[in-house]
C-alpha cells in the first residue's frame, strides 16, 4: 500500500534563509506522482509543485524545487529564501489511485 | 479562470441530521475527488468522481455518498451525522481521472454538536 512520511511535525526558518522539508514514500508501483501542497491557517490547499516519477530532473518553480531521490523514494522539498508569508503547513502527497497525503511540517518563517 | 468553488463555507449540525456539500470544479475539469481533514486522521480520501461515476473509495462508512452531475458538479452527503465526523471536508478537482494536478477548494468547516 501507499504510504507518505513526513516526519518533521514542525520546522522553523529565518528568513531570507533556505529550508528543506522532508517527504519519504512506499510504493511498489513504477508510475505515479509526487505533490507538495501548502496550507496556510485560512485553509485552503495550495498546490506548490509536482513531480513525476518517470521525470528524470528534478522539479522547479519560482522559489520551490523538489529534490528527488527516486532510489531512496524521497521527494523532500526545498523552498529559498524563505518570506514571512512562507508560514503554513505543507503537505507531501502521491498520486496514483487516489491522493496520498503525509501528516503533514508546519513551518514557521523568523523574522 | 474561475478557482474551485465550495459551498457553504461553514455549517453547523446536530447529531443525527444530514448534510449535503456542494462542489463546482474549474471549467474544463472532470474529476473531482473529496477529503476529509481532521486534527487526529489528518486529510483521508474520501471518493472521487469521474464523467459521473465514481471511479474510487476511500474506507468511509456508507454514511458518506457522493455523486456528479452532468456539468461535472458535485456533491457529498453525509447522514446519520456522528460527533466525529466534524472536519474541513475538502474538494478538489483535475482535468484527468487518477494521478494529475489536483486544486483544491477553500473549504467547507463542518461542526456537529
Known amino acids: 500500500a501507499q504510504k507518505i512520511t513526513q516526519t518533521q511535525p514542525g520546522m522553523f526558518v529565518q528568513e531570507k534563509e533556505a529550508v528543506t522539508l522532508d517527504c519519504t514514500y512506499d510504493t511498489s508501483d513504477q508510475s505515479y506522482g509526487l505533490f507538495w501542497y501548502k496550507q496556510p491557517s485560512s485553509g485552503e490547499m495550495i498546490f506548490l509543485i509536482y513531480?513525476?516519477?518517470?521525470?528524470?530532473q528534478n522539479a522547479t518553480e519560482g522559489r520551490y524545487s523538489l529534490n528527488f531521490q527516486k532510489a531512496r523514494k524521497s521527494a523532500n522539498l526545498v523552498i529559498s529564501a524563505s518570506q514571512l508569508g512562507d508560514s503554513a503547513m505543507y503537505f507531501c502527497a502521491m498520486s496514483w489511485n487516489d491522493m496520498r497525503f503525509g501528516a503533514g511540517t508546519r513551518l514557521t518563517v523568523k523574522p | 479562470k474561475a478557482g474551485v468553488t465550495q459551498t457553504p463555507r461553514y455549517l453547523i449540525k446536530t447529531r443525527g441530521q444530514q448534510v449535503t456539500l456542494s462542489c463546482s470544479p474549474i471549467?474544463?475539469?472532470?474529476?473531482v475527488s473529496w477529503y476529509q481533514q481532521t486534527p487526529g486522521q489528518g486529510l483521508q480520501f474520501l471518493f472521487e468522481y469521474f464523467s459521473e461515476t465514481q471511479r474510487n473509495k476511500g474506507n468511509f462508512p456508507g454514511r458518506f455518498s457522493g455523486r456528479q452531475f452532468s456539468n461535472s458538479r458535485s456533491e457529498m452527503n453525509v447522514s446519520t451525522l456522528e460527533l466525529g465526523d466534524s472536519a474541513l471536508y475538502l474538494c478538489?478537482?483535475?482535468?484527468?481521472?487518477?494521478?494529475?494536478?489536483?486544486?483544491f477548494g477553500p473549504g467547507t468547516r463542518l461542526t456537529v454538536l
Open positions: 478538489a478537482s483535475s482535468f484527468r481521472q487518477g494521478p494529475d494536478t489536483q486544486y
Open positions: 513531480q513525476g516519477s518517470y521525470d528524470e
Open positions: 471549467s474544463g475539469h472532470r474529476s
